[in-house]
């Protein structure tokens, strides 16, 4: 419970910075068969898929290293997945915004990519 109360409010965190550089909310802990997508956010025509990763210590490296290839994956299929329930797909792409406690949260813009 306690790993899931810190998810959502790191998950807030993120969206609150995010608007504050432009970016309007669309959904938040968007679920389906393949999996979650923490914030889809849009910045002007492009939709933005925003998974949020929190660390609250130095061990195993910062949050952009703990998004796998494995877990971009499944982010991609989701994406996909949301996509097709729009009657047109938008330009997209796929962010990472890193969050360790009492530091401004790290945000890396096209952090990978939907290559086929």
């Known amino acids: 419970m306690l790993k899931q109360r810190s998810g959502q409010f790191a998950e807030t965190r993120a969206e609150a910075f995010l608007k504050t550089q432009g970016l309007a909310p669309v959904a938040r802990n968007w679920r389906c068969r ?14 933005v898929f925003v998974e949020v990763r ?8 910062d949050g952009f290293d703990s998004v796998t ?9 989701a ?5 097709a329930t ?3 797909v938008p330009p997209c792409r796929f962010d990472v915004v890193a ?3 009492g530091t401004a ?12």
């Open 34 to 47: 393949f999996g979650e997508i923490d914030l889809i956010m849009r910045e002007r025509d492009t939709l």
């Open 54 to 61: 929190l660390r609250n210590h130095g061990g195993f490296g």
């Open 69 to 77: 290839l494995s877990k971009q994956r499944r982010l991609i299929m």
């Open 79 to 83: 994406a996909r997945h949301y996509l």
């Open 86 to 88: 729009l009657g047109t």
């Open 99 to 101: 969050l360790r406690d």
């Open 105 to 116: 949260p790290a945000w890396m813009r096209n952090a990978f990519s939907d290559v086929g």
